[in-house]
């Protein structure tokens, strides 16, 4: 999986060093990155519905039960993405078959700008002082090849009207 540039070593360490800090409370950080997302996009709302419940407001939806079941898979995506930094290419086909799963259900390929900037907020608000620059871009950087290989999987599928 090329992602433009590849990640530094510099890079893997401060993503790592990073992610050690906030990955011991994934729905708590999940949550902030979520409540971000609807605060940016409440259009993506609807788009989350368990048993065909629609929720009535985003707080609703990030207090169900299924929700948070989400929002750890989430999490243990970024967290395998985060073990695979020398190797990102071994998780292609099922970055990839993720992004088909999102497709089906409506998700646009625009709508993962906005979770990535929710993502680098979680960061800033979780790390505070230590989310710099560099921890940012390096961030980006990830984050832009994970979405890389979750677009193919909208490449894959004919296009609908």
């Known amino acids: 999986m090329e992602s433009g540039m590849p990640l530094s070593g510099g890079q893997r360490a401060l993503i790592r060093e990073s992610w050690q800090r906030v990955s011991g409370s994934p729905v708590q950080h999940g949550l902030?990155?979520?409540?971000?997302?609807f605060d940016l996009d409440p259009d993506l709302l609807p788009l989350f519905q368990y048993?065909?419940?629609q929720f009535a407001s985003p707080q609703e939806c990030l207090s169900a039960p299924e929700f948070l079941d989400h929002i750890?898979?989430?999490?243990?995506?970024?967290?395998?993405?985060v073990s695979h930094l020398e190797n990102l290419s071994c998780l292609e086909e099922y970055l990839c078959n993720l992004g088909k799963k999102h497709q089906?259900?409506?998700v646009k390929v625009e709508s993962f700008s906005t979770v990535g900037e929710s993502l680098?907020?979680?960061?800033?608000?979780?790390?505070?002082t230590a989310f710099s620059p560099e921890v940012q871009e390096a961030?980006?950087?990830?984050?832009?090849?994970?979405?890389?290989?979750?677009?193919?999987?909208w490449e894959t599928l004919p296009e609908g009207d």
């Open 120 to 128: 680098l907020y979680m960061l800033e608000k979780c790390l505070g």
């Open 72 to 81: 750890r898979k989430v999490m243990l995506v970024i967290d395998a993405a």
């Open 51 to 53: 048993n065909c419940k």
């Open 32 to 37: 902030v990155l979520f409540t971000r997302l």
């Open 139 to 153: 961030w980006s950087k990830l984050y832009s090849a994970v979405v890389k290989a979750m677009q193919r999987g």
């Open 104 to 106: 089906a259900v409506g």
